[in-house]
């Protein structure tokens, strides 16, 4: 199985300031079409995750610019720019190229 | 509007079974490939199953933690896909989710809790 691992934040953010967080992948997630299969979601409390990009750099219909994905093969960054009270949650990156599909343990995001 | 309501969790003993339904509407489900998402009491997601659509020949797959014990189905005069879940183990205590479109779209979620 392809493992995930993603950094911690250091907490808290100042709201407007960027924070950015990695994920690292134990193999690569670039398929044949040149595709690179890792998504970003975001979980506010209470609430069911929320996809933000996939395609690692592709934001999902509605999401903000602010949120950004890049990285190669196997190391992710998903960077917040200026960050705001409602960007406060726990964000889980996920490789979508091969079965079982896995996701990281999560990164929290605290806001001040 | 797309929605997913899944139904079917509750407090089950270890070695039991229980079925999950995820009613859905607002989008062509035949064609949906629809997935199950756990989350444990830890805040851990974990991917448990999905299942292609008809021109796929409604291709299944699991994790290797419900393997053999979880099955996925669905019907598509129903707009409905479920998890029927078989022996089930204190670990597989978690709120489920069911998911559309790699993760666009998800329910509520239905809570599952495996306690003797």
């Known amino acids: 199985d392809i493992v995930m691992t993603q950094g911690v934040l250091p907490n808290p953010v100042p709201s407007g300031e960027s924070a950015s967080i990695t994920c690292r992948s134990s193999?690569?997630?670039?398929?044949?079409?040149?595709?690179?299969?890792l998504n970003w979601f975001l979980q506010r409390p209470g609430q069911s995750p929320q996809l933000l990009t996939y395609?690692?750099?592709t934001r999902a219909s509605g999401v903000s610019d602010r949120f950004s994905g890049s990285g190669s093969g196997t190391y992710f960054t998903l960077k917040i720019s200026r960050v705001r009270a409602e960007d406060a949650g726990v964000y889980y990156c996920?490789?979508?190229?091969?079965?079982?599909?896995?996701f990281g343990s999560g990164t929290k995001l605290e806001i001040k | 509007e797309v929605q997913l309501v899944e139904t079917g969790g509750g407090l089950v003993q270890p070695g039991k079974s229980l079925k999950l339904t995820c009613a859905t509407s607002?989008?062509?489900?035949?064609?949906?490939?629809m997935d199950w998402v756990r989350q444990s009491p830890e805040k851990q997601l974990e991917w448990v199953a999905q299942?292609?659509?008809?021109?796929?020949?409604?291709?299944?797959y699991y994790a290797e933690s419900v393997k053999g014990r979880f099955t996925i189905s669905r019907d598509d005069s129903k707009s409905s896909v479920y998890l029927q879940m078989n022996s089930l183990k204190e670990e597989d205590t978690a709120i489920y989710y069911c998911?559309?479109?790699?993760?666009?779209?998800w329910g509520q979620g239905v809570m599952v809790t495996v306690s003797s």
């Open positions: 193999k690569s997630l670039v398929y044949k079409d040149g595709k690179t299969y």
């Open positions: 607002g989008f062509t489900f035949s064609n949906a490939w």
């Open positions: 395609w690692m750099s």
């Open positions: 996920q490789q979508v190229r091969e079965y079982p599909l896995t």
């Open positions: 998911t559309w479109e790699a993760g666009d779209y």
């Open positions: 299942i292609k659509d008809k021109s796929n020949n409604y291709a299944t």
